[in-house]
C-alpha cells in the first residue's frame, strides 16, 4: 500500500474521529437520539407503519406470524411509558449490573495490587511481537464467558499496552476487536451456539420438520475463524490502529518498581494462586458431578453450557478475583482486616460515577428504541429487500452478510434478530441447496463485525468511559474512528474465509457439510 492511499484512509478516520468529537457529550447525544427516537415514532405511527412476517417466537420457540407496528412514545401509553420506565430502564440495563457486579472483584483484585503484579509478570515473559496476538486472542476466547471480556479484558488490554510503553487506546482497541468483533468465534462451543442453533432450527423446521441443528454445527469454522480474527485484529493494530494514534501523552501511568515484582508481592502471588486454585476446585465440586448444584439437568456438556454455572457466570468471575484479591492483599501485607477489603470496593464503585450517568441516558435510549419496534421494522424491510432482489448463491448469501452487518447497528441483540430473519432465510437457502447451517454461519458474520461501530451495542457506552481515562479529550468520534478499520477488514477477511469454505466445500461441524444431500 501506497503512503499516500494510507495518508488517505487515516485523513477518512481523522474526519470521523473530529466529526464525532465534535458532538456533545457522550451522555448528551443519547438524550438527543431518545429525543429524536420519541419523535420519529410518532411520525411513523401516524402514517400507519407495519410490518407483518413469519418470526420466531422466542418464548414458546414456535414459528408464528407477527404483525407489528410502530408504537408512538408521544401518545397516551406512550408518555406514560416515558414517565414510568425510566428507573427501570437504567436499573435493568443489563450491562450496567453485569459490570458493578463483576467491578466489586475485579476492583478488589486491582486495589490490592494483584493485576498489577501479574501484569509485570506478563511483561517480563511475553515478547512484545507477540502481545498485541495475545490481547486479541484472549478477546476472541473471553466470550464462553458471556460478556465478562467487556469489563475485564477490554480495560486489560489498555493497561497492558500502557505498561508496555504503547499507546493504551491501541490496547483497548485491540481487545475489544477481540471480544465484541470476534464474539462468534471460539475454539469451544459456548451459550452463543446453543442458542442461535435452537432458533435456526425452528426456522429450518419450515422447510424440513425433521431438521435438528445442532450447537456444534459451526464449530470447525468457527475455530479457523478464531485464528482468522486474532491475525486480522493483530494487523490493524499494529499496521493502522497504533501508527494512527502515535505516541501516548496522557497522564496515565502504569505505577511499576522497575517492573520488578518485590519479595512481598512474589508472596502475594503464591497466596493468590493458591486460593485461585481452591476456589476452582471448589466451582468443579458444584458443576462436574452428575447432581452438582450448579450443574444443569442436561447429560454430557449440555449439563455445563446449559446451567446455573453459566447463568451465574459475572458472580462467579467477581468471586475469583476478589478471593484471590484478598488472598495477595494478605500475602503481600496490604490487607490487614475486613475494613481494607471494603474500602478498596468502596474505591472501585466511586470510579464508576460517570459510566452510571453515562447509563442512565443510553438505556433510555435502547428501551425507547425497542418500544418503538423500529428495529424490528428495520430488521423485516432489510429482509424483504434481500427477497425482491431475486440473487441466487454466493452473491446471495455475501449481501445477506451486509445487511445483517447493517442492521446490527440499529438491532444489537443476536438472538432477537435472528428470531425475524431465520424464519425467512433459513428456508430460503435451503430451496437452493445451503444447510441451515451454512446461512447460520453467514449470519453470524454480519451480526459481529459492526458489534464495533455501533452505539446501540450495550457496552458500548461503557468502552468510551474506559477510553476517557486515558485521553479526556476523546469521545464517541475517537472509539468509533479507531474501531472502524477492524470492522471493515474483519467483515472482508471472514467473509473471504466463509467463500474459500464453500469453494473447498469443507465441514462447518462434525458431520455438517455446506450443501444438502442431493444438491
Request: with cysteine; charged share 10%.
Amino acid at each position: 500500500m501506497s503512503e499516500k492511499v494510507k495518508k488517505k484512509k487515516l485523513t477518512l478516520l481523522d474526519r470521523v474521529e473530529k466529526i464525532g468529537n465534535a458532538l456533545p457529550h457522550p451522555a448528551t447525544i443519547f438524550l438527543i437520539l431518545s429525543a429524536v427516537i420519541v419523535v420519529l415514532s410518532a411520525i411513523l405511527s401516524a402514517a400507519g407503519v407495519s410490518v407483518t412476517y413469519e418470526g420466531i417466537n422466542r418464548t414458546t420457540n414456535t414459528v408464528e406470524e407477527m404483525t407489528v407496528t410502530v408504537q408512538s412514545l408521544l401518545s397516551r401509553e406512550g408518555v406514560q411509558y416515558l414517565f414510568k420506565s425510566a428507573v427501570t430502564n437504567f436499573t435493568g440495563f443489563a450491562p450496567l449490573g453485569t459490570v458493578l457486579v463483576a467491578l466489586l472483584g475485579v476492583g478488589l483484585a486491582e486495589g490490592t495490587g494483584l493485576i498489577g503484579s501479574l501484569l509485570k509478570k506478563l511483561v517480563m515473559s511475553t515478547p512484545k511481537r507477540l502481545i498485541t496476538v495475545v490481547v486479541v486472542l484472549a478477546g476472541v476466547l473471553s466470550s464462553i464467558a458471556s460478556d465478562a471480556g467487556y469489563v475485564v479484558l477490554i480495560p486489560l488490554g489498555a493497561i497492558i499496552f500502557l505498561s508496555m510503553g504503547r499507546h493504551p487506546l491501541a490496547g483497548l482497541a485491540a481487545a475489544f476487536a477481540g471480544v465484541s468483533g470476534g464474539f462468534s468465534a471460539n475454539v469451544m462451543v459456548g451459550p452463543t451456539d446453543s442458542l442461535l442453533a435452537g432458533l435456526t432450527t425452528e426456522g429450518a423446521k419450515l422447510a424440513d420438520p425433521n431438521y435438528v441443528v445442532e450447537m456444534t454445527g459451526n464449530w470447525w469454522f468457527l475455530i479457523a475463524s478464531t485464528v482468522l480474527i486474532t491475525i486480522i485484529g493483530t494487523i490493524v493494530t499494529e499496521k493502522i490502529v497504533e501508527p494512527r494514534l502515535g505516541k501516548y501523552t496522557g497522564d496515565a501511568t502504569v505505577e511499576e518498581s522497575a517492573m520488578t515484582v518485590s519479595k512481598e508481592e512474589q508472596r502475594g502471588l503464591r497466596f493468590a494462586g493458591i486460593a485461585t486454585l481452591l476456589s476452582v476446585a471448589g466451582l468443579a465440586a458444584l458443576v462436574v458431578p452428575a447432581n452438582g448444584f450448579l450443574r444443569g439437568t442436561d447429560a454430557g456438556i449440555q449439563g455445563i453450557l446449559k446451567s446455573p454455572f453459566m447463568d451465574s457466570m459475572v458472580l462467579i468471575i467477581a468471586l475469583v478475583f476478589a478471593i484471590a484479591g484478598i488472598a495477595y492483599g494478605v500475602g503481600a501485607k496490604v490487607v490487614k482486616n475486613d475494613k481494607d477489603v471494603m474500602n478498596l470496593m468502596g474505591k472501585s464503585m466511586a470510579s464508576m460515577g460517570s459510566y452510571i450517568v453515562l447509563v442512565f441516558f443510553a438505556s433510555q435510549f435502547v428501551a425507547y428504541f425497542n418500544y418503538s419496534n423500529l428495529g424490528t421494522i428495520i430488521a423485516n424491510k432489510g429482509a424483504e429487500m434481500l427477497k425482491v432482489i431475486g440473487l441466487q448463491g454466493i452473491p446471495l448469501v455475501i449481501l445477506f452478510i451486509l445487511v445483517v452487518a447493517f442492521i446490527n447497528i440499529f438491532m444489537g441483540s443476536a438472538s432477537a434478530k435472528w428470531a425475524i430473519l431465520a424464519p425467512v432465510f433459513v428456508p430460503m437457502l435451503m430451496e437452493v441447496g445451503f444447510t441451515p447451517e451454512f446461512t447460520q454461519m453467514a449470519y453470524r458474520i454480519g451480526d459481529s463485525t459492526t458489534n464495533l461501530i455501533s452505539p446501540l451495542m450495550s457496552y458500548f457506552a461503557l468502552i468510551v468511559t474506559f477510553a476517557a481515562r486515558y485521553d479526556k479529550k476523546s469521545g464517541i468520534g475517537t472509539l468509533i474512528s479507531t474501531m472502524v478499520p477492524y470492522s471493515v477488514f474483519l467483515l472482508i477477511g471472514w467473509t473471504l474465509l466463509l467463500i474459500v469454505w464453500f469453494v473447498c466445500n469443507l465441514p462447518l461441524g462434525p458431520g455438517v457439510s455446506i450443501f444438502l444431500p442431493g444438491f
